[in-house]
C-alpha cells in the first residue's frame, strides 16, 4: 500500500499547549492540514461556523464540555467526521464509555506517526494502490 | 582538524543521550521528537521542550499552591493538572517524569494528602533533573553548531 497524496484535513481537540503543538506537526509531516482547538465547546463551535474535517483527534481529558460530551454532541449535530479519541488512561471502562459515545477510533498517547498511520489505515482514509 | 570539534561535541551528544536512554529519563518518543524537526522548523525540539518545561513549571506552582493550603481538598483540580503533565511528559518521551506523576495522581485519585505531598516532592525532583540534562543537551547542541560554523564559513 503507497500513500496517495492526502487532501485529508483534520481536527486536534487538546487543552494542552506541547500536545497540541506535537499533534498539529504529526498531521503537517503526513500532508493533512489541520487546526487546533483547545476544548470540547470549541470543537464544537468551530463545526457551528461552518467548518468540517475528515478526522478529528479528541484528547479525553479535557475541561470545558469534556470529550465524551463534545463528542455525544458533534453527533447529535450531524457531523459525520471520523473521530479517534486519545488519552492517558487506557482502561476499559473509559474506553467503554468513550466509545459508546460515538468515537471510531481510541489510542492511548503519546501519538506517533506510526499510530496516526493506523489510525488512519484503520479509518479507511487511504486508497491502496 | 577543524571537524575534530564537532566529532567530539557530537560524541558527547550521543553520551549524554544513551545515558538519559539507559537511566529511563527519555523513551523512545523522545526520537519521535526529534524526527519531526525538519527545514521547515529546524528548531522543534527546542521549542517544544521549552513549552514543555513553561507548562509544567506552572502546573507545579499550581500543586504546590493547592497542596500547601491547610484547606485543601480540592483533589479533583490536582487530577486535572496532573493529567496535563501525565500528558506533556509522555509527549515528550519524558518517561521518569510521567511515571512519577501517575505514581502522584494514584494517591490524588485516593485523597491521600501525605501521598500527594511525597509524589509532589518526587515529581519535582524528577522534572528538575530532566531540566538541567535538556539544557546540557541544548548546551552541547550549540557548541556543535557553531564549531559546525566555523569550519564552513560563509
Known amino acids: 500500500m503507497t500513500l496517495a497524496e492526502s487532501k485529508l484535513t483534520a481536527l486536534v481537540v487538546d487543552d494542552n499547549f506541547v500536545n497540541q503543538t506535537m499533534h498539529h506537526k504529526l498531521l503537517d509531516r503526513l500532508g493533512i492540514r489541520n487546526d487546533v482547538v483547545c476544548n470540547g465547546q470549541e470543537a464544537v463551535d468551530v463545526h457551528c461556523s461552518g467548518r468540517n474535517y475528515d478526522l478529528i483527534l479528541m484528547d479525553m481529558e479535557m475541561p470545558i464540555l469534556n470529550s465524551i460530551q463534545a463528542t455525544k454532541r458533534l453527533r447529535e449535530m450531524g457531523i459525520e467526521s471520523k473521530i479517534a479519541g486519545v488519552t492517558t488512561r487506557a482502561n476499559e471502562g473509559d474506553k467503554k464509555e468513550f466509545m459508546e459515545a460515538g468515537l471510531n477510533d481510541f489510542r492511548e498517547k503519546p501519538l506517533t506517526i506510526s499510530k496516526l498511520l493506523s489510525i488512519l489505515h484503520r479509518l479507511d482514509f487511504y486508497a491502496q494502490t | ?154
Open chain 2, 1 to 154: 582538524m577543524l571537524g575534530f570539534g564537532v566529532d567530539r561535541l557530537q560524541a558527547d551528544i550521543n553520551r549524554l543521550l544513551t545515558s538519559l536512554f539507559h537511566q529511563g529519563v527519555l523513551d523512545e518518543q523522545f526520537l519521535q521528537l526529534q524526527q519531526l524537526q525538519d527545514e521547515t522548523s529546524p528548531t522543534f525540539v527546542y521549542d517544544v521542550i521549552n513549552i514543555y518545561f513553561d507548562e509544567s513549571e506552572k502546573l507545579l506552582r499550581s500543586l504546590r499552591l493547592l497542596l500547601m493550603d491547610r484547606e485543601f481538598s480540592d483533589y479533583k483540580k490536582i487530577g486535572l493538572h496532573l493529567n496535563q503533565l501525565v500528558g506533556s511528559s509522555s509527549s515528550i518521551g519524558a518517561r521518569r517524569v510521567r511515571n512519577v506523576c501517575v505514581a502522584f495522581r494514584s494517591a490524588s485519585e485516593l485523597n491521600n494528602r501525605p501521598g500527594c505531598l511525597r509524589g509532589l516532592e518526587i515529581v519535582e525532583h524528577e522534572y528538575h533533573y530532566l531540566k538541567n540534562m535538556m539544557h546540557e543537551l541544548f548546551q552541547l547542541e550549540q557548541q556543535r553548531l557553531l564549531a559546525a560554523g566555523v569550519r564552513y564559513p560563509m
